[in-house]
């Protein structure tokens, strides 16, 4: 059990065709870092970050309070924070994009004797590759579900229905916190 957070640039892939390899750079040297610190300081922990994508997870067996909720916090953060950290790089405009998907996981070294790395893999896993998916409204958003929603302490008037998407059990129902 625990809540993995997503980050990603939308249309990163494509920029690199069309800017300057320097301007795309500084993009992720500015937000790499920026996130990070930000997931450090809730507790959260890096799996992956490769070019403009995050991974990190917060589990439930080490965290108090909730583990979505310090994940919910620091995805809040990096959202309010997002667009200082964007603003020197004024020739490129990305949307960006966070999902949480909070559930069962489990952590394990994966790959072989000599390349390996740990990751989590699971159901909340799934969902947030899931969320990554959706078409948010905003220019930069948060994506969750009911299972991550259900453990934090935020008033629901700060989340808007986007959809649903279909998880191996059922339908779930998919909410926007943007900025």
Not at 43 to 51: K, N
Request: aromatic share 6%.
């Amino acid at each position: 059990m625990g809540t993995l957070l997503l980050s990603d640039l939308v249309g990163f892939e494509m920029a690199s065709e069309s800017v300057y390899a320097e301007d795309l750079v500084e993009v992720v040297n500015r937000l790499a870092p920026f996130q990070t610190e930000i997931i450090h300081k809730h507790s959260g922990m890096i799996l992956t970050c490769v070019g403009d994508a995050l991974r990190a997870v917060w589990p439930a067996e080490r965290i108090e309070p909730s583990h979505a909720e310090l994940a919910f916090r620091a995805a809040r953060e990096i959202l309010e924070g997002y667009k200082e950290v964007r603003s020197p790089c004024t020739s490129i405009s990305f949307r960006f994009r966070l999902a949480l998907g909070t559930g069962e996981m489990a952590g394990a070294l994966l790959g072989s004797q000599t390349v390996f790395h740990f990751d989590v893999l699971g159901p909340a896993t799934a969902i947030a590759d899931k969320l990554m998916s959706c078409e948010p409204s905003g220019n930069a958003s948060l994506l969750l579900t009911e299972e991550t929603i259900r453990l934090l302490s935020t008033p629901r008037e700060h989340l808007r229905p986007l959809g649903t998407i279909m998880s191996a059990q059922r339908e779930l129902q998919v909410f926007e916190y943007s900025v």
